[in-house]
C-alpha cells in the first residue's frame, strides 16, 4: 500500500473519495470539501492549509484523511486557547500544528475514510500513522482529531493519543407521528412553555419557509449569506464561507442542504442553513435582520425537529453549545477529540488536564440530564 499527501481535493475523483465517506454525513462529501477549497475558505488567507492523506493499493483508493496545517485555532471548537498560550509562555512555538476536522463544523463523524471492502484496521492504522510521521517531518507541535465518531476515537486511542471529552445538545427521532407526538412527550410545564413561543411567532405574522438548497433562487442565497455574514459582524468574528461557496454546494449538493427563511410579509427577515445527510439533519448557521421574539428558537430548533419527523431522519445536532436547548428537547451528548502532543513535558500536562476535564465533563453532564423535559 502506498500513502499520499494531496493538497488539493480535486486531485482525487470525487466518486473514489464519496466511495469512502459515504452519504451518512455531508460534510465529508467531496461536493463539500472541494468547495472549501475551489473558494478559498480554506487556504493561506484562513490559515486552514489542506494536506489530505490517501491510501492507495494498487492505484484504488482505500482510504483516506481531511487533514489540514493551521497556524491558529480559529474554526475549530474544540478550544485549545490555552495550550497555545502556555506554549508561548514557555517559549515554545504552538503553531504551525495538524488538524484532522471539517473546516468551521463540530459535527461528529468518522476521520478516518475506509474503504467498505478494505482491511479496516489495516488502513486506519497507516493513516493515523502517516499523520503522525508527517507530523513529525514537519516538527509540528501536536495534531488533534476534531469531532471523532466512537470508532475512530477508539482506534487512536489504541494508538496512544490524548482523548477530550466534550458535550453538546442532539435531538432523537423516537418515531414521532408529527411535531404533537414529540411535545406529548414533555411534562405539562414544559410542553406549555415550548407552545407558548411558537405561538408568539405566529403572533408576529412571521412565516416560515423550508427550501432546499437546489431551489433556491440567487436571490435568495444572496439574502441567505447576508444574514450568515451578519452574525459573524455582530459578534467580531469572520464569515469564511463565501457566497460563491454557498452556490456551488447548492448546484453540487442539491437537497441535502436545507434553508429554513422567516418572512415579515414578503420581507425576509431571518435564515437558518442546515445540511442533511441519509438519517441526521446538522443545524449549522443562523442570521436575524432584528430581534424578534422566539424566532431563533423557531428556526433554528423547532423548524428543524419538524423537518426530521416529516423526512424520518434519525438525529438532529443543531451546533455547539447552548444549555437553552436542553428545555426544548435536545439531550446532553458527550463528543470527543484525540491529540498527539510532541514535547514530552506538555503531554503530561495536558493529560492530566484531559483526564480531569473529564471527569468535570461527566459530572456537568449529568447535572443537565435532571433538566430535560420529557417526562420521567
Not at 487533514?67 to 495550550?83: H, R
Not at 463544523?105 to 471492502?117: D, M, S, V, W
Not at 410545564?189 to 413561543?197: A, S
Amino acid at each position: 500500500m502506498q500513502l499520499r499527501i494531496v493538497d488539493r481535493l480535486d486531485t482525487i475523483p470525487a466518486a473514489d473519495w464519496n466511495a469512502l465517506a459515504g452519504e451518512r454525513n455531508p460534510f465529508l462529501a467531496h461536493e463539500f470539501l472541494s468547495a472549501l477549497e475551489h473558494h478559498h475558505c480554506v487556504g493561506e488567507r484562513y490559515g486552514w492549509l489542506p494536506r489530505h492523506l490517501a491510501v492507495y493499493a494498487q492505484d484504488r483508493l482505500v482510504g483516506a484523511v481531511p487533514l489540514y496545517l493551521k497556524d491558529n485555532s480559529y474554526g475549530e471548537l474544540v478550544f485549545d486557547w490555552a495550550w497555545a498560550d502556555a506554549y508561548q509562555r514557555a517559549g515554545l512555538r504552538y503553531y504551525p500544528k495538524a488538524v484532522v476536522a471539517i473546516p468551521y463544523t463540530p459535527a461528529t463523524g468518522p476521520r478516518l475514510l475506509l474503504h467498505p471492502e478494505a482491511d479496516a484496521e489495516h488502513v486506519s492504522t497507516l493513516l493515523i500513522d502517516g499523520a503522525l510521521e508527517l507530523c513529525r517531518e514537519l516538527q509540528l507541535s501536536s495534531l488533534h482529531w476534531l469531532f471523532t465518531d466512537a470508532a475512530d476515537t477508539a482506534r487512536l486511542q489504541a494508538r496512544g493519543l490524548l482523548l477530550r471529552k466534550g458535550v453538546q445538545f442532539h435531538w432523537h427521532n423516537q418515531g414521532y407521528r408529527d411535531f404533537q407526538d414529540f411535545l406529548d412527550t414533555f411534562t405539562a410545564e414544559k410542553r406549555k412553555k415550548l407552545k407558548r413561543e411558537r405561538r408568539r411567532v405566529v403572533e408576529q405574522d412571521i412565516e416560515l419557509r423550508v427550501v432546499h438548497g437546489h431551489e433556491a433562487s440567487d436571490d435568495e442565497w444572496q439574502i441567505a449569506h447576508r444574514f450568515y455574514a451578519s452574525t459573524f459582524d455582530r459578534k467580531s468574528g469572520m464569515a469564511t464561507l463565501s457566497l460563491a461557496f454557498f452556490r456551488e454546494i447548492a448546484r453540487t449538493m442539491g437537497e441535502r442542504v436545507v434553508l429554513v427563511f422567516a418572512y415579515a410579509g414578503d420581507v425576509p427577515v431571518a435564515c437558518a442553513i442546515n445540511l442533511r445527510g441519509t438519517d441526521a439533519l446538522y443545524g449549522r448557521h443562523w442570521g436575524c435582520s432584528e430581534d424578534y421574539h422566539s424566532l431563533h428558537f423557531e428556526a433554528c430548533y423547532y423548524q428543524g425537529i419538524d423537518y426530521c419527523i416529516r423526512h424520518g431522519l434519525q438525529l438532529f445536532e443543531p451546533g455547539a453549545q447552548g444549555e437553552h436547548k436542553i428545555s426544548r428537547g435536545f439531550v446532553p451528548t458527550a463528543t470527543w477529540s484525540a491529540h498527539w502532543i510532541a514535547d514530552e513535558r506538555f503531554r503530561i500536562a495536558i493529560a492530566d488536564y484531559v483526564q480531569r476535564e473529564e471527569r468535570a465533563m461527566s459530572d456537568y453532564t449529568d447535572e443537565l440530564r435532571e433538566h430535560i423535559p420529557y417526562r420521567k
